[in-house]
């Protein structure tokens, strides 16, 4: 189930595209969980978590662009939908990585095509998760952030995007497993998440953080054909 934010201070406009939410949900068979929150005020500060927002622009106090500008301090993927009449306002939409524009009064045949844009946008951030013990428990990571997973003395080190390192014991083999296709062996001792790798070498990988990792005589040629397609798959 999606989760569906709804940023708007006239109830109407609300009322409207909670509506047109339904009906898109029943004809596409797609559950959908839709919040109205009545203002950007309300919105601001409260690192609100969602599949998709509908931002109305025009609003008291804070008007939607500022609380687009806040919301991509905390996070810059979920897809935005700027919803107004205020067409001036689209050049810095697109500062905040807005997905779409709706003009009010928004009709359902206008709806349509933006909503099936933003569903093929959630259905692309879906990501599986992985567990990986920690010294404070379990700790639950989304697959993306994971940069790359090395083995020493048998320890595994889960290299996560926020800096942090977490040791498990394991095995290569059961890791490659477990995270499936969106990684690739560059090596005996090491996988790298494909989409984490940020420039290719004869005989390495660099990843986002900038760590370069480097191919084993024996993964080399496979490393960087399963490379090769995943670039040719994301175009």
Same mark, same amino acid.
């Not at 949900?25 to 309300?42: H, M, W, Y």
């Not at 989304?142 to 095995?171: F, K, M, P």
């Given at each position: /189930?999606?989760?569906?934010?709804?940023?708007?201070?006239?109830?109407?406009?609300?009322?409207?595209?909670?509506? @047109?939410?339904?009906?898109? $949900?029943?004809?596409?068979?797609?559950?959908?969980?839709v919040? #109205?929150?009545?203002?950007?005020?309300?919105?601001?500060?409260?690192? @609100?978590?969602?599949?998709?927002?509908? /931002?109305?622009?025009?609003?008291?106090?804070?008007?939607?662009?500022?609380?687009?500008?806040?919301? +991509?301090?905390?996070?810059?993927?979920?897809?935005?939908?700027?919803?107004?009449?205020?067409?001036?306002?689209?050049? +810095?939409?697109y500062?905040?990585?807005?997905?779409?524009f709706?003009?009010?009064?928004?009709?359902?045949?206008?709806?349509?095509?933006? /909503?099936?844009?933003?569903?093929?946008? /959630?259905?692309?951030?879906? #990501?599986?998760?992985?567990?990986?013990?920690?010294?404070?428990?379990?700790?639950?990571?989304?697959?993306?952030?994971?940069?790359?997973?090395?083995?020493?003395?048998?320890?595994? @080190?889960?290299?996560?995007?926020?800096?942090?390192?977490?040791?498990?014991?394991?095995?290569?083999?059961?890791?490659?497993?477990?995270?499936?296709?969106?990684?690739?062996?560059?090596?005996?001792?090491?996988?790298?998440?494909?989409?984490?790798?940020?420039?290719?070498?004869?005989? $390495?990988?660099?990843?986002a953080?900038?760590?370069?990792?480097?191919?084993?005589?024996?993964?080399?040629k496979?490393?960087?054909?399963?490379?090769?397609?995943?670039?040719?798959? $994301?175009?």
């Amino acid at each position: /189930m999606y989760r569906i934010l709804i940023v708007e201070d006239t109830p109407a406009e609300a009322d409207a595209l909670r509506s @047109h939410l339904a009906r898109f $949900s029943s004809e596409r068979d797609v559950p959908l969980d839709v919040q #109205v929150i009545p203002g950007a005020f309300e919105f601001v500060g409260a690192h @609100h978590q969602a599949d998709l927002i509908f /931002m109305d622009i025009d609003m008291p106090g804070v008007n939607g662009i500022e609380a687009a500008e806040e919301l +991509r301090t905390y996070d810059d993927q979920v897809p935005l939908v700027f919803v107004t009449n205020l067409a001036q306002y689209a050049v +810095r939409g697109y500062a905040v990585d807005a997905l779409d524009f709706l003009v009010k009064p928004v009709t359902y045949e206008a709806f349509v095509p933006c /909503m099936e844009r933003a569903l093929r946008a /959630m259905r692309r951030r879906e #990501v599986q998760t992985v567990t990986i013990p920690s010294p404070d428990g379990l700790r639950v990571a989304r697959q993306d952030e994971v940069l790359y997973v090395d083995i020493l003395r048998h320890d595994l @080190h889960y290299h996560l995007a926020d800096g942090s390192d977490l040791r498990v014991r394991g095995s290569i083999r059961a890791v490659a497993d477990e995270l499936g296709a969106g990684f690739v062996k560059v090596s005996a001792s090491c996988l790298a998440n494909l989409a984490q790798v940020r420039l290719v070498r004869q005989g $390495s990988v660099v990843m986002a953080d900038g760590t370069e990792l480097f191919f084993s005589r024996g993964c080399r040629k496979a490393a960087l054909e399963e490379i090769a397609n995943y670039v040719g798959r $994301s175009v």
